[in-house]
């Protein structure tokens, strides 16, 4: 025969704990979805654009800009990237590739835009040159470094 563990009393729980509980706890859940998608979707165009820019310098018979571009276009395809979504440079004896996705966002669809924008956009810089033995070197370009490339006039120096 079954032991009674509470000595014969009743226990009783409300619900009214579940009706908080379950509404916080989805709304926690979106905001941890979107923070997660963001580092996900900055961490894969990072290194797509690391890949492209290394291909690019490390092709041969590129000679100019616009040669570059288009072969950055055919690569930037099998990832799935328009090319409205990069620019290519030419800053001095270097280059910078700047390539945006934009991703939707789960807390600012549901909120109708009133928490966050309906659209994140992530942004990935990476600047290429080759050393003094002609080796392709990428590395990550800071916006800061921006500021010191502007012209007078607010505009890239390109060459």
């Known amino acids: 025969m079954a ?12 619900g009214i704990v579940f009706l908080f509980l379950v509404p916080i706890g989805g ?4 905001f941890l979805y979107d923070f997660c998608a ?6 894969k165009l990072d290194n ?24 950055a276009i055919k690569v930037f395809e099998e990832y799935k990237i328009d090319e409205e979504n990069f620019s290519l440079t030419q800053v001095d004896d270097y280059y910078i ?13 549901l909120s ?4 966050r924008t309906k ?10 040159y080759y050393n003094e033995y002609k080796e392709a070197v990428v590395e990550k370009y800071a916006e800061e470094n921006l500021n010191e490339d502007l012209g ?5 120096l390109i060459k």
């Open 48 to 71: 797509e654009t690391k890949e492209v820019m290394g291909a690019i310098l490390e092709r041969e018979g590129l000679e100019n800009i616009d040669e570059m571009k288009e072969f």
């Open 112 to 115: 109708f835009g009133l928490l």
């Open 27 to 30: 709304i926690v859940l979106f």
């Open 119 to 128: 659209k994140k956009t992530v942004s990935s810089s990476y600047k290429g």
């Open 152 to 156: 007078n006039d607010g505009d890239i």
């Open 38 to 43: 963001n580092i996900y979707y900055q961490n």
């Open 97 to 109: 590739l700047t390539a945006y996705h934009r991703h939707v966002s789960v807390v600012g669809e």
């Open 3 to 14: 032991t009674d563990v509470y000595g014969r009393r009743k226990m009783f729980s409300s």
